[in-house]
């Protein structure tokens, strides 16, 4: 007999040891030739038993043995003479073969079989011959699919011993085949379990020394339960997949306050229930597009350069997917400060409540002589000091963005009743050279010439006076001219030639 394979595939399990238990039916049909009238046996048989089993040493080299029970029926023409069983027992080394999927098995061993002889109705009618053989076995099994799996075997005597009831030499000659179809079961650690269907012929041919031949042919189909013990526990099954995590999906858009714009290269933070993620940059089109987050409350914190910071909010939900558009102003330009000390520019003395004008803005200052003006835009500012009693200054300053500039401003006393000085230069308008001219003030009754080098210097009272400018060749000019007491101005006058005709 045949010992199966392994009861699950190949190229999964190697198995250390497997026990095969069958029960199921056997068809027998036979006859014994050349003894008075036709001997046939044949019919149906529900008790066929088998066991079989296999160890190995290795992953190739191993051992196995199986024994059978095979029942007939005896029958003349179609009466039932009498009944009976038979034995069946083999034992031997075995090798095995992976190749892919496919596992390949071959074996080579001892049997023994009872073989059914017979004599005529008048006779004992029944006597068991046995048989000593040398055993050739093979088996091949393929994987199908969804784990199922196909097994097809043979097995051939050779060297036959064999000897009848009475001890006398017999000649007999035979074969057997079968196949089965393996359905796994789920195994458990070490162990796993396999159910076939199993199919056996087995064709045998005695011939005693009397010439008298017995025949037969028995075709088995039954059930099979194959147990194994596998080298190493089953492979684990895989983890469970994680439980999947409820997410949402925002998308951002980060905009200009007034203008609506897009603020590229802006920095958002998100705090998605409590817990702050990393910053993330915005596009060239000031989007940050398709970001997960766990259901809740979002809170997305923009920040870019010139842009007060800005905040939005929005609630996710498990599955969903929102748009939140987050508008940032424009921060302020950066302002400076400027402080401003007047004093007296005979004494020194700090001067209180001095009109300042400083730009655009207007202040006095206080009892120390001091006035901060806030939030002035960097660059040069004009300072024009008036105070009564005192003549007008005029400064300028440098404002730094970030700091606070200091000022001093003397302002000198009105002097009344000292005339003012006038001094300048008379030139000519193309080139500039200096221009010897005469210079007229009727009002004051004065008039004065400019020397080599076109200057002059003259002195009158404080007040408004119309002064005429003539020189040889040169259009003569005319300017008003307001001076109050004690003040130095001043007055330069280019003039333009004549045309010669």
């Known amino acids: ?56 040493a290795g992953a190739w080299l191993g051992g196995w043995a199986s024994v059978q029970r095979e029942g007939f029926d005896l029958k003349e023409d179609s009466v039932r003479i009498t009944g009976g069983s038979l034995l069946r027992a083999s034992v031997g080394p075995r090798a095995r073969a992976f190749l892919g999927p496919v596992r390949a098995e071959l074996g080579a ?37 969804t784990r199922l799996a196909v097994e097809a075997r043979g097995e051939v005597p050779v060297s036959l011993s064999v000897k009848d009831a009475a001890g006398a030499k017999a000649e007999a000659k035979g074969f057997a085949a079968g196949g089965a179809l393996l359905f796994p079961l789920t195994g458990g650690g070490s162990w796993s379990g396999t159910v076939l269907l199993d199919f056996q012929h087995v064709q045998d041919t005695v011939t005693l020394a009397d010439g008298s031949r017995s025949e ?22 895989a983890p469970p997949p994680p439980p999947r995590v409820p997410m949402g999906t925002l998308v951002l858009q980060l905009l200009d306050a007034e203008s609506g714009a897009p603020l590229p290269a802006a920095k958002v933070v998100l705090v998605a229930n409590g ?60 302002t400076g400060g400027l ?42 500012v004009a300072v024009v000091a008036t105070s009564s009693g005192y003549r007008t200054a005029e400064e300028a300053a440098i404002i730094v963005a970030g700091q606070e500039t200091v000022l001093s ?3 000198a006393s009105e002097r009344k009743g000292e005339p003012a000085t006038l001094t300048g230069q008379v030139r000519n308008a193309r080139g500039g ?57 001043i007055f330069n006058v280019d003039l333009f030639p004549r045309q010669k005709r």
Do not use: C
């Open 109 to 145: 061993g001892y049997g023994y079989a009872q073989l059914p002889v017979f004599g005529t109705s008048d006779e004992p009618v029944l006597a068991r011959g046995v048989r000593h053989a040398a055993l050739v076995s093979a088996s091949v099994r393929v994987p199908l699919f």
């Open 1 to 56: 007999m045949l010992v199966a394979a392994p009861s699950v595939r190949a190229e999964e399990v190697r198995e250390r040891a497997s026990l095969r238990l069958r029960y199921g039916i056997a068809l027998r049909n036979g006859q014994q030739a050349d003894v008075g009238p036709g001997l046939t046996y044949d019919g149906f048989t529900p008790n066929d038993l088998a066991v079989m089993g296999t160890a190995w």
């Open 409 to 411: 401003v003397p302002l």
């Open 275 to 334: 817990v702050e993620g990393a910053p993330r940059e915005a596009d060239a089109q000031g989007n940050v597009e398709g970001v997960e987050l766990p259901p809740g409350d979002v809170v997305a914190r923009v920040s870019a350069e010139g842009y007060a910071p800005a905040e939005g909010r929005v609630t996710l939900e498990d599955g969903g997917r929102v748009a939140l558009a987050v508008r940032a102003r424009k921060l302020p330009p950066p």
């Open 433 to 489: 050279k200096p221009i010897a001219a005469t210079l007229l003030i009727p009002q004051a009754k004065v008039k004065a010439r400019t020397d080599a080098k076109g200057a002059f210097t003259f002195k009158v009272r404080g007040g408004t006076y119309r002064i005429t400018i003539s020189a040889r060749g040169f259009f003569t000019q005319s300017k008003l001219v307001t001076l109050k007491d004690g003040e130095q101005a």
């Open 339 to 380: 402080k401003i000390s007047v004093v007296s520019a005979g004494n020194g003395v700090p001067l209180p409540g001095v009109r300042l004008m400083v730009g655009g803005v207007e202040a006095r200052t206080d009892l120390r002589g001091e006035v901060h003006v806030k939030e002035l835009p960097p660059g040069p």
């Open 216 to 237: 037969q042919r028995m075709r088995r189909v039954g059930a099979a339960l194959e147990v194994a013990w596998n080298d190493a526990p089953s492979a684990p099954a």
